[in-house]
């Protein structure tokens, strides 16, 4: 399915994002990972980008297609979180966290789109739970997700009419470091009776990204073990 295909993977250097160009790699995908810090990946080739750098991300896509021709598929995964309070974040701070999660899925989205001239057309975009629900202290990371959001089917509004799909992603608790961190009370209130992991992500943008599912456009796919859909009442 994705043998040769050329997938783009922003934000690949750790975490979800090193799971997703992982798992496309292991399907015998061309997988080039933008970054800002070194992709050290096994069948993943590395370009370094700003992704929130217009002129970077114009440049590194139009340089992928010279070398490779037509862009299948492109996940914008990239992001950083600051959580502090409201009262100390600064403005370099605001820009630095929208620039990076929301500016980059806009223009990243963009450039990709210009040269999907060939079967697949996927673009999956990183938003998070907190796009829909919050704790305190976490305004500029929860307004960057939920742009996204609305971003998503803005995009697949317009992308539609090159036959390109847009859909997201919102992950709950994706547990990123050792296993033995988590403790069972983390497990036990989720409804799937553990904690994310970033396979589960990765698995769900093989899915997305699969020409076979293409009736489905705009949409957001929430992994969180059900927490979104939990009421919790103290008794």
């Known amino acids: 399915m994705f043998t040769n295909k050329t997938i783009i993977v922003t934000g690949a250097s750790h975490g979800i994002g090193k799971s997703i160009a992982t798992h496309f790699a292991t399907e015998g995908a061309r997988v080039i990972g933008l970054d800002i810090q070194a992709v050290e990946l096994k069948d993943v080739e590395y370009r370094k980008c700003d992704v929130g750098n217009f002129d970077e991300v114009i440049s590194v896509f139009q340089k992928i297609h010279e070398e490779y021709g037509a862009i ?19 403005e370099k701070e605001w820009d630095s966290v929208l620039n990076t999660n929301l500016k980059s899925v806009f223009i990243c989205s963009r450039e990709a789109a ?7 057309r996927s673009i999956i975009n990183m938003t998070s739970t907190r796009a829909f629900m919050s704790e305190p202290n976490t ?32 992950p709950g608790w994706i547990h990123t470091g050792e296993p033995e961190d988590l403790r069972d009370v983390d497990h036990q209130q989720h409804w799937s009776g553990r904690v994310g992991n970033p396979a589960d992500v990765a698995r769900a943008c093989l899915f997305l990204s699969n020409p076979q599912n293409s009736f489905i456009s705009g949409e957001c796919l929430n992994i969180d073990g059900g927490m979104t859909r939990k009421m919790i009442y103290e008794h």
């Not at 996204?148 to 009419?161: N, R, V």
């Open 114 to 120: 210009r040269y999907m001239t060939e079967d697949i």
């Open 72 to 90: 299948h598929a492109l996940i914008n995964n990239a992001g950083i979180s600051n959580f502090k309070s409201i009262w100390e974040v600064d």
């Open 139 to 170: 305004e500029t990371y929860s307004a960057s997700k939920g742009g996204i959001y609305a971003l998503t089917h803005s995009l697949a509004a317009t992308f539609s009419e090159q036959g390109i799909r847009v859909n997201s992603i919102a």
